[in-house]
């Protein structure tokens, strides 16, 4: 049984998926066999979105399905801290809350080491019920974010679709963030089928460079907008190497923020939000423009900066003035 949890405010910006915690090694440079100690952050890339937005000035909701459990609640009680609208979040009593577990190296860089003692698809966020998103949510909304790892479990894999559904039928944005993991998959082939079938619906690409590489031959964002044609921009980020970006017809590159790295996790979510935030306040007919199109590339790549600053996806995440802040040192 879900139960849905009680909305308090409108969003311009949904995201939808995974919410769930990052478990980090404490030791830095071994393997998940070797790490003695891991501590618990909160995370998962919509969830990561959403809440980065917010502390933006954007408003956002998350949809998404937590166990009942205090895994589950606490995410929760964090997203409503934050000011996310928690209209679309849903319990599942039978399944926990992820928790991902996540090696780093010296210089911060992060693998993913498993689920501990469960299956990939043994998680309450498996089983996000298409029939229980809430349509009103959609009703005064601009954008809905995704990401891919939903499509690997059916139940999930349904709410996603009813989800493009719900946002064709009153006129959202569609922004996908490929965010490939092939933990969660059980099978690539079908992972790579399904990701296409996304192409027809979006209208706003994110890519990291070695998932640009897999699914297009290339990371060039100009040539990955040329191929699918129907879409408004495309960004392809790198790291701390340059963001090759196409928006509209505006192509070009940026050079990442020099920044003091403590850990990479949710940067490119945060990259994607300081985006989004920017297509918010600026409207997205002002991508015509080519220095418009560069400045809020180079927005977003402040506020990615900044959340490797710090540790935690969610508790790094930077406020408008310490982004106004690197934006103006940047300049220097």
């Known amino acids: ?13 949904i995201c939808l998926g995974e919410i769930l915690f990052d478990c980090l090694a404490n030791e830095l440079g ?8 891991w501590t618990p952050y909160p995370g998962g890339a919509p969830a990561n979105v959403a809440c980065a937005l917010v502390k933006l000035g954007t408003s956002s909701a998350f949809i998404g399905c937590v166990g009942k459990d205090d895994r589950g609640h606490e995410l929760v009680q964090l997203l409503k801290s934050i000011g ?25 860089d992060r693998t993913f080491a498993g689920f501990g003692n469960y299956q990939a698809d043994q998680f309450a966020d498996a089983y996000l019920q298409a029939q229980d998103l809430p349509p009103e949510l959609f009703l005064e909304a601009e954008f809905l974010v995704l990401g891919t790892l939903e499509l690997a479990y059916p139940q999930t894999r349904a709410a996603v679709f009813r989800a493009l559904e719900l946002a064709e039928e009153y006129h959202l944005k569609i922004v996908l963030d490929v965010n490939w993991r092939p933990m969660f998959w059980q099978d690539e082939q079908e992972a790579l089928s399904l990701i296409k079938e996304l192409w027809q619906y979006v209208d706003f690409l994110k890519l990291a460079a070695e998932e640009a590489q897999w699914l297009f031959n290339t990371a060039d964002a100009g040539a990955i907008s040329y191929r699918l044609g129907s879409v408004e921009g495309v960004l392809v980020s790198n ?34 939000a300081g985006f989004i935030h920017q297509l918010c306040q600026q409207g997205t007919r002002k991508l015509q423009n080519p ?20 540790f935690g996806a969610i508790a790094a995440q930077p406020s408008p003035a310490e982004v106004e802040s690197l934006l103006q040192k940047d300049l220097v």
Not at 2 to 12: L, Q
Request: proline share 2%; glycine share 8%.
């Open 30 to 37: 071994k393997s998940a066999s070797e790490v003695t100690s």
């Open 84 to 108: 996310v609208n928690t209209a679309g979040v849903q319990y599942n009593e039978q399944a926990p809350t992820r928790e991902v577990y996540i090696t780093r190296t010296v210089d911060g």
């Open 239 to 272: 790291g701390d190497a340059k963001v090759s970006y196409c928006l509209t017809d505006n192509e070009g590159t940026m050079n990442s923020m020099k920044v003091s790295v403590q850990d990479t996790t949710g940067a490119g979510d945060a990259f994607l």
């Open 1 to 13: 049984m879900n139960i849905k949890a009680i909305a308090y405010r409108p969003a311009r910006v």
């Open 291 to 310: 220095q418009v199109a560069k400045e809020i590339v180079r927005y977003a790549c402040a506020v990615g900066g900044l959340t490797t600053t710090k």
